[in-house]
């Protein structure tokens, strides 16, 4: 791959304020990337409520042997010389440049590395524009109703420095809805406070999980992300609700952390209701999966080192294929910074990320 080409690309797409939601800047940035594409690549676009898709593939778009995820949308920035990309000893700064527009012009290289080989090693970039508001117009709409699903997923959205992440915890917001009875704060007896039942739940909740907390494991957490509820400090709270976010390994699943939650409630106040806003399952990928395993001497040829492997407690849109149960590949070069104002990525090390997935796929080509 071309150094200064890569850079420039980068550069381009980071100057596009392409934040979640804003169809306009991220359609702008799918035109650029469909203008540097390969004119033989097999094209689709798609838009689903608030994001739009891009498939581009050398072969068969929605069952290639590989699939490349990555995502267009970044989160906001305050300053928006954040959006004009700077190099510094041997670094890109900006937003986005780690989480994560480098691995676009990466996949455009490596598809077009592949129709210049003429292999029938199948490869498809999926890139999303809604990744970081939880992924549900476009990752889940690829998985569930577009039926995007490759034989092996790459997805450089996570393990930096080369770190192979062969699991992911799982994700479920959850709500709480407290209803209870206003009355005047001097004669609470003549009310009920739905706060309390909030706080009883919370209550119950942090006795279970709130020592997971303290450090990083492998656990269940839960985050008390908002408590909303009552209008007047001296007016007995009648509706309240609270927000929930549980992360939890892979031995657990979304229904079971919502039965839990709601068998809770019912004890407390069997009137609250608790309803489930957004999950992803945890994703697990065996190391012994013979693709992992060649991947994994792949990478390690190319670094001259032994590839470290470990779970990481972030979500990311590669949860929407764990129910397919096929080896997913979660990896990127190194950078770090993400969602900061330091945001940046290292341009060698993109380099050699190009590199061993070129080596990887190429040898599966041969192997077939």
Known sequence: MERKQFIKRLGELVNLQTLSGNIHENSKALDLVEKWADASLKKQRIKNGNAQILLLGNHNLLTPDFGYLVHMDVVAAQDEILFAMRESGGKLYGRGVSDMKFAIPIGLELLSALVKDHSQTS???????????GGGDGGRYLASELGFHPQVL??????????????????????ALAVGKTAHASRPWEGKNALHLLVGLAGKLLESYDQNSLKENWETTVNLGVIEGGKSTNQVCEQATMKMDFRFPETRSVPEVLIEVKNLARRIGPSMEISLLASGDPTYTDTKHPEIVRYLKTAEAVLKTQVKVKGE??????????????????????????HSSEEW????????FYEILLKYLSDFSKRT
């Open 123 to 133: 490869l498809t970039m999926a890139i999303t524009t809604d990744e970081e508001v």
């Open 154 to 175: 790459i997805v450089p959205d996570g393990g930096d420095n080369f770190v192979l992440v062969n699991k992911s915890k799982g994700v479920a917001h959850l709500q």
């Open 313 to 338: 407690c972030g979500a990311s849109d590669a949860r929407y294929w764990a129910k397919d149960q096929i080896p997913i590949i979660v990896t990127k070069p190194m950078g770090g910074g993400i």
């Open 345 to 352: 990525v290292d341009v060698d090390s993109c380099l050699v």
